[in-house]
């Protein structure tokens, strides 16, 4: 009778409430909101970080310098990011490259095999992003240096807390992304240490001066 009306009939060990949750979540990632974009994910201190940047700046070699301090990846060049119940961005890598990178010079690496089944990761939270630009010494003045603004850019309608790094020689742009994280998870546990300076100098300044 189900299948003449095309009506879906499901059987299950589970009990009621179980099965009602472990379907919820399988619709939820079946029908969700999808996107495939060009970057590398990479889980640094916990928090799920998507590099950007036109071909050639560097992404992958960062990524990789990432997985040597010990940082997890979960996709390079093509990642599949999906929409979740609460406006969470999930995101993975495609089945067929899964676990691999691409790098200039080098080929194709078997990351797992390289630096092991810690190293690697499913999927992942995408809570912060970072576009790498190629600028010259002169452009360096354009990039914030206090960090008292912010951006964000939207993926699937959600916006992701975004940072511009200029890719310059001589830059660790490992390092300056594992300080953009934990910084970053500072950020969501609602401390502002550019405000608080910030705030700190302006309270400072508006004190009288001591009389001589």
Known sequence: ACAKAGIPLLVTSFDTSTFIRELTIYLDDQLAAIAYVHGVLVNVYGLGVLIQGDSGVGKSECALELLKRGHILIADDVVEVKRRIGYMLVG????????????????????????????????????????????????????????????????????????????????????????????????????????????????EMGKKPPKV
């Not at 809570?127 to 914030?144: F, I, K, P, Q, R």
């Open 92 to 203: 993975n890598s495609p089945k067929n490259i899964k676990h691999y990178m691409e790098v200039r010079g080098l080929g194709i690496i078997d990351v797992e095999l390289l630096f092991g089944v810690g190293s690697i990761m499913d999927q992942s939270l995408i809570e912060m992003h970072v576009h790498l630009e190629s600028v010259t010494s002169v452009a360096l003045g354009n990039y914030d240096r206090t960090g008292l603004s912010s951006s964000e850019v939207p993926i699937l309608e959600v916006p992701v807390p975004s940072l511009r790094l200029p890719v310059t020689p001589g830059r660790n742009l490992a390092v300056l992304i594992e300080v953009a994280a934990l910084n970053q998870r500072l950020k969501n546990q609602g401390y502002f240490v550019a405000k608080k300076l910030n705030e700190s100098l302006i309270r």
